[in-house]
């Protein structure tokens, strides 16, 4: 269990760096359909589709400890605001609440009344891609980008690679949607073959997202524990 939440603080940690920056109002130019898309044309409006304040989305994760051929389910919604503001309110299976921002990483149990709280850049930092935080693109600074085959007509599947190594995370696959150039789906993997998968849906761009929902207060009588990044 202790492995299966690590992945998902990996997980979160690789969402919130390459969605921090939020969604831009405007829908991207399209591709022309009379040639093949150059990586970096699919980038820069993956780019731009990313450049806005904030939104949210529906998400729902898959993490699995290959060794063990175990699966963790969930799922739940998640807010983004600039800069690197999260909110994630799993629903499934278990209620939770986990707010991150560039300081703090707040997580909630509800039915426990239990609070675990980090710093934030213990876990968003490094391998972890927190270079994301800043500016989308950094992906292009920060990994060895390539253009997969895809078996998809209607998206595109993009490999990064750290270029610096990390056993935590070794490779992160994006499948960005060739009319939106939204990520629809966001894998990762580490040096044991594990993997988290997100895979997203109903986007909703706003504009504006009232502050206080990133903002954690300890509920009364709760248990607070420090997190270990190790």
Not at 11 to 19: E, Y
Not at 104 to 120: F, K, M
Not at 159 to 170: C, D, G, M
Not at 171 to 198: C, K, M, W
């Amino acid at each position: 269990m202790k492995q299966i939440i690590h992945l998902l603080l990996i997980g979160l940690a690789l969402l919130l760096c390459v969605t921090a920056n939020g969604l831009a109002q405007t829908a991207p130019a399209p591709l022309d359909p009379g040639t093949a898309p150059s990586l970096d044309d699919i980038m820069d409006r993956v780019e731009n589709r990313y450049s806005g304040p904030g939104f949210s989305v529906h998400f729902f994760q898959i993490s699995t400890l290959k060794a063990m051929n175990v699966s963790d389910y969930a799922g739940g919604k998640m807010l983004v605001k600039r800069p690197g503001k999260m909110r994630w309110d799993y629903e499934t299976p278990t209620p939770q609440l986990i707010i991150a921002d560039n300081k703090d990483l707040w997580i909630y149990r509800p039915e426990d009344n239990q609070v675990s709280h980090g710093a934030a850049p213990q876990f968003f930092s490094g391998g972890n891609g927190a270079g994301f935080l800043a500016d989308m693109a950094s992906i292009r600074k920060d990994f060895n980008v390539s253009l997969e085959s895809s078996d998809q007509s209607d998206s595109f599947r993009i490999k990064l690679i750290p270029k610096t190594s990390s056993y935590e995370v070794t490779a992160i696959y994006l499948t960005v949607s060739a009319v939106t150039f939204e990520i629809n789906v966001l894998s990762t993997l580490n040096a044991y073959g594990d993997e988290t998968r997100f895979e997203l849906s109903g986007y909703r761009f706003d504009p504006v997202l009232d502050s206080e929902l990133f903002q954690f207060k300890i509920p009364e009588g709760a248990e607070v524990l420090t997190l270990d990044n190790n």
